[in-house]
């Protein structure tokens, strides 16, 4: 039996033609066993907390020429993650930082890894209400059993010496274990800003790079630039 092929179906068409296809041909187990391991996908993907949806599919790698597709495609198979790396996104505000933190992200929780996502300073909060309400241990434990920590706009507030050393107990429960991603629009060298005891700058830095990948997404904002045009475009009119 041979099915007709179709191109340029929708995700919703596809999924009947499956369905379809496998009634078809006797096989309903397939159509249920795609459907528990959708499910599944999508509950991790929930369960990490992104705050917007955003995939590699939606990325405008023209829109940033410091970027290579290849190496992005690359880290979206996960085998960073199986090994426990770590990954840094380091380039300024509106470059893709976050955009690829989250697509990553959502790439390893639809290939079966439990991913967590948070903002720096929401995990430094949470880690010090927990250190005050004696529920420290727990909570670490909580963030070390994740297969990927994702940690968005690190660098954007200065933390106490407190606050950086919470955050440190993470990283090292996590470390060589269990992968951790980060974005953060300061270079390395001014990680001193936001961690102000020089020696926990170095050892947080050691934590997040050893072993791992760096990628930077440049200077030039992508969403400057779109409004520029616009404005050139309307100036034009």
């Keep these: 039996m041979s099915l007709p092929r179709q191109r340029g179906l929708t995700e ?16 309903p187990t397939i159509r249920s066993g795609d459907d528990r391991a959708r499910r599944r996908s999508e509950r991790r993907i929930k369960g990490a ?10 990325f405008d790698f023209d829109a940033n020429p410091n970027l290579d597709p290849a190496v992005i495609h690359t880290l979206a198979k996960c085998e960073w993650i199986k090994k426990g790396l770590p990954l840094c996104l380091i380039g300024d505000s509106g ?3 976050s955009h690829l933190l989250i697509a990553l992200g959502a790439e390893a929780a639809m290939a079966g890894y439990r991913v967590k996502y948070v903002l720096a300073t929401k995990l430094v909060n949470e880690l010090v209400e927990a250190a005050d309400e004696k529920q420290l241990t727990k909570t670490i434990a909580r963030y ?5 920590l994702c940690i968005d706009e690190l660098g954007y507030m200065e933390l106490d010496r407190r606050g950086a050393e919470l955050l440190f107990q993470v990283l090292t429960e996590r470390e060589e274990k269990n992968s951790v991603a980060i974005a953060s629009s300061e270079s390395f060298s001014g990680w001193t800003k936001t961690f102000t005891d020089p020696r926990l700058c170095a050892a947080i830095v050691d934590r997040l790079t050893f072993g791992g990948n760096l990628i930077e997404t ?12 616009r404005a050139e475009q309307q100036a034009a009119r």
């Design 12 to 27: 919703q068409a596809a999924t009947t033609a499956v369905g379809q296809a496998c009634r078809m041909l006797r096989l």
């Design 49 to 58: 907390g992104f705050p917007r949806d955003k995939s590699l599919r939606k």
């Design 95 to 97: 470059t893709g930082k």
């Design 144 to 148: 070390g059993r994740v297969d990927l």
């Design 218 to 229: 440049g200077t030039d904002s992508y969403r400057l630039a779109t409004t520029r045009a």
